[in-house]
């Protein structure tokens, strides 16, 4: 599985290309962290906290519309009155933003929208393992918004909310009425153009 995934990430960012040119900066990279407050559709589940962090990729299209791939490390989880439930995931969003203004602002917002598979590392109910009793891949749709702090020519520093919607349930055993992640994530990140 590691090995595909790799393939299918190396693909991409050899078809997204390194070219840059005089006006639209192609392809960025960077880093990314931040906090996670996540629960699922049921009425009794309150919310729990976690981190978020890993890399960030964007392909510009033109000067107001990119594609971004990231690889995320990410904890979710919820909590019902007796249980504290707590998944690890290796996220995957891909989404499709436009941002308003020139590039050369100093400051431009932006919105997104997408979708993210997520792959299961740890599954833990008030401390003991259940990873067997869960879906070993999720998959979300993803809705943000945020801001790019151009700090430089090639250099952006992006602050991002970002709600994650569960289309598929992370728990194996809850049929007929699945629950589904939901997930409000903060992040701040550093983007290098290429």
């Not at 436009?98 to 400051?107: E, Q």
Request: hydrophobic residues 40%; aromatic residues 10%; glycine residues 12%.
């Amino acid at each position: 599985m590691k090995r595909i995934l790799s393939g299918v990430l190396l693909l991409v960012f050899v078809l997204c290309g390194v070219t840059v040119t005089a006006q639209v900066k192609r392809l960025a990279v960077g880093v990314k962290g931040g906090t996670n407050f996540s629960r699922v559709n049921l009425d009794n589940a309150k919310s729990v906290r976690g981190a978020v962090a890993g890399i960030t990729s964007e392909y510009w299209l033109n000067e107001y519309s990119a594609l971004s791939l990231d690889i995320l490390y990410a904890e979710e989880g919820y909590q019902v009155p007796t249980t504290t439930v707590e998944y690890s995931y290796v996220q995957i969003p891909l989404m499709y933003h436009t941002f308003l203004g020139n590039g050369s602002d100093l400051i431009q917002p932006k919105f997104g929208l997408g979708f993210s598979p997520g792959f299961l590392l740890k599954a833990e109910a008030n401390g003991v393992d259940f990873k067997d009793q869960n879906t070993a891949t999720i998959l979300n749709f993803v809705g943000g918004v945020g801001l790019v702090l151009h700090v430089g020519e090639r250099l952006g520093i992006h602050l991002e909310a970002r709600g994650f919607l569960g289309l598929t349930s992370p728990d194996s055993n809850s049929n007929p009425d699945p629950i589904k992640n939901r997930t409000l994530q903060l992040n701040l990140g550093v983007a290098f153009g290429l």
